[in-house]
Each structure stands twice: as C-alpha cells, then as structure tokens.
T-cell receptor
C-alpha cells in the first residue's frame, strides 16, 4: 500500500464550480499536510499547509485534515480557468522522520 | 534569500552511460535536501533525502545513488542508466523545523535513449 493515495483524474469542471481534491494516507506519523500546485514542466509551488487536524482557509482555497480518517481535502471555490493545473498533496512527519511524501497529483481543468 | 540551483536543465543520455545531477543551495545552512523523480503525467516519487553531510536515506531501491559531500550540495548519480530512468528530476530543500514548504530547483528533464 502506498503511503499517500491521490486520484490522478483528470478532473474537468465548468468555470465557477466548487472543486474538491482529496488524498488518503496510511502513515499515522504524518503531522504536516500540504497542497501544491504544479503547472506543466515546472516545479510544484506551495498553496497551503496545515499542521495536524482542522481547517484552514486562504481566499478561494480551503484545506481540511481529518487525522482520524487519514483523509485530507482541498476545496477551490469559484474555480477559474487559471486554476487549471496539477494539484499534489504532500505530507511529512514531526521530529524523528524527515520524509516528505507527495501524492500522485490530480490534473484539474477548469473550462471557460 | 535562499535559492536552489539544479543543473543541467535537460539531458539526453544513452542507455548504459553514467549520470551525475548536481543541486546546490544558497543562503541557508544545514538544509534537509531531497531528490524526486516525476514520470510523465505522474506525481513526485521520493528517491533520496539527506539531513546532513554524508547522511543519505533511500526510499526506493533502484539504479540510482545519492551523495552529500558538502552541507549545501546534493548529487544524484548512476553508473549505468536504464531506459526506465527517464523522467523529470527535481531537487528540493526544506528547513526543518521552522518551515514546511519545499523549495524546488528548476528540474532536469532526463531522456535515456
């Protein structure tokens, strides 16, 4: 079983839709949960991070972590064509482990 | 400010040839350094990470090795490349415990022919 699982998509939505992206994980040592956005042929860029469980909101983006279910989500409200990219979740542990694991990424296309 | 340099940007190598990709970080000390590989249309696969000079952790046994001869230098190597080694290689650094963001180099697109 992979440590981090993410549906690769592709996911196509109309402009203005609410997008839900998800990852599941198996390693209970993970404490930091990140979402990255990657455009073609570029390195990923950090969108948001959350420590432990809970929600975090930044503009149109909301990140949720449910450690009891080992499940994290990223919601994008009022999606725009410029949001079209690959979205990767990433996770890492606290002191004692320095692995920084990425999901496979979900390719999102927002149609104008 | 911190920057990460990775080179070369593109590389075409024949099967069986050696490989050396270099990554250096400026503006920080004792960074945690990582090598990832991304196959076409796929996510980032963690290959190696290092928490200090000479300290290498391997995540996936394969045809590659890594070394960290200096605090800010991380090298990815292979003695004999395979076709399956083709991909987009990214070096990243993370400054624990004060930061959770991974900063990436520009990446190396390796094609083994």
């Amino acid at each position: 079983q992979k440590e981090v699982e993410q549906d690769p998509g592709p996911l196509s939505v109309p402009e203005g839709a609410i997008v839900s992206l998800n990852c599941t994980y198996s390693n209970s040592a993970f404490q930091y949960f990140m979402w990255y956005r990657q455009y073609s042929r570029k390195g990923p860029e950090l969108l948001m991070y959350t420590y432990s469980s809970g929600n975090k909101e930044d503009g149109r983006f909301t990140a949720q972590v449910d450690k009891s279910s080992k499940y994290i989500s990223l919601f994008i409200r009022d999606s725009q064509p410029s949001d079209s990219a690959t979205y990767l979740c990433a996770m890492s542990g606290n002191s004692g482990t320095y692995k920084y694991i990425f999901g496979t990424g979900t390719r999102l296309k927002v149609l104008a | 400010s911190q920057t990460i340099h990775q080179w070369p940007a593109t590389l075409v190598q024949p099967v069986g040839s050696p490989l050396s990709l270099e990554c250096t970080v400026e503006g920080t000390s004792n960074p945690n350094l990582y090598w990832y590989r991304q196959a076409a249309g796929r996510g980032l696969q963690l290959l190696f990470y290092s928490v200090g000079i000479g300290q290498i952790s391997s995540e996936v046994p394969q045809n590659l090795s890594a070394s960290r001869p200096q605090d800010r230098q991380f090298i990815l190597s292979s003695k004999k490349l395979l076709l399956s080694d083709s991909g987009f290689y990214l070096c990243a650094w993370i400054r624990w415990p004060s930061d959770t963001e991974a900063f990436f180099g520009q990446g190396t697109r390796l094609t083994v022919v």
